[in-house]
C-alpha cells in the first residue's frame, strides 16, 4: 500500500514541477507574442498546478488508516481530489470563453508572433509525456485521482493543439492580408474552452457516481459471488452490494446458511466469507456479513 502512494506522489510532483514551468513559459511568451490562445493555454496549465496540489492533499489523506470515525478508511479522499479538479477545470473553461470571446466585440486582433508556435509545440510534447506517464501509473495502482490528473494533462495537449492552430491561422491570415483569419486564435481559445469544459463534467460525474454510494455493476460483483460461493457452509448469496471507496472495495452481503446449525457455526462461516473475499480479491478492504436461515422459497 505504501509503495502505491509513493508511486503516486512522486507521478504528481512531476506534474506539478512541469506544470509550474509551462504556465510561465507559456504566459510570458504568450504576453510577448500577444496571443490570447497561448495566454488562455497557460491559464489552463495553472489549473493543472493546483489540480495537482488538491490531488496531493487527496493521496496523503487517503493513505491514512481507518479510525473511530471512518471506520471504511481514507479512500474516497481520492475522489474529492478528482471533484477538485474537475471544478477547477470547468471554471478555467468559462475564464477562456469570456476572455477569448470578448474579441469579437472589440477591435481586430492582431496577429501573435512566431514564437507562440514554438512554445506551444514544446507544450504539447511535455503534455502528451505526461499524460501517458500518469495514466499508465493511474491504471497500475487503481487511483482515479491520478486518472483524474492525466486527463487533465490529455486537455491540456488538446487545447495546446487547438492553440497552435489558431495562432498559425492568425500568422497566416495576416501574411495574407486575409483579416478574417486573425480571428481564428480566439476561435481557437474559445475551442480550448469547450474541451476543458467538457473534460471536467466528464470527471466530475464518474467521481460524484463514486461519492454518492453507486454500487458496482453485476459483471463486477459476479466474481464475488463465485468466491463467496466456494466457502463451506454457504447456500444462497442473498444479496451482494459492493462500491467503490476511493482506491478500494467495500462490500456487504448477506448470505444463507442451514438455519438448525448453531450461532458459533453460523458465525465462523461468516467470518470464512470475509477471508476468502479478502484474499482472492485484492481490491477489496472490507467485507460485512449478514447472516440468513436458508430457506428453498
Sequence with gaps: MNNRFKEAEFATWVGIV???LLTILKGVFGYISGSRALVADAAHSASDVAGSVAVLAGLRTARKPPDDDHPYGHGK???????????LLVVVGVE??????????GEVPEAPGTIALAVIVFSIAVKEILFHYKKRIAKKIDSSALMAEAWHHRSDALSSVAAFLGVGGAILGERLELSFLLYADPIAGLIVSLIVIKIGFSLAKEAGSIMMEQVLEPDKTNPFIETVMSVPGVKRVDE?????????????IKVSVDP???????????????????ERH??????LVHINPYNEE
Excluded: C
Design 18 to 20: 512541469a506544470n509550474t
Design 77 to 87: 479522499a481520492e475522489n474529492i481530489a478528482t471533484i477538485i479538479v474537475a471544478i
Design 96 to 105: 477562456i470563453a469570456t476572455s477569448s470571446g470578448s474579441v469579437f466585440f
Design 240 to 252: 451482494l452490494l459492493a462500491r467503490t471507496h476511493g482506491h478500494y472495495i467495500v462490500i456487504d
Design 260 to 278: 438448525y446449525i448453531t450461532v458459533e457455526e453460523g458465525h465462523r462461516i461468516s467470518k470464512n466469507v470475509k477471508r476468502r473475499l479478502l
Design 282 to 287: 485484492e481490491d477489496i478492504n472490507n467485507v
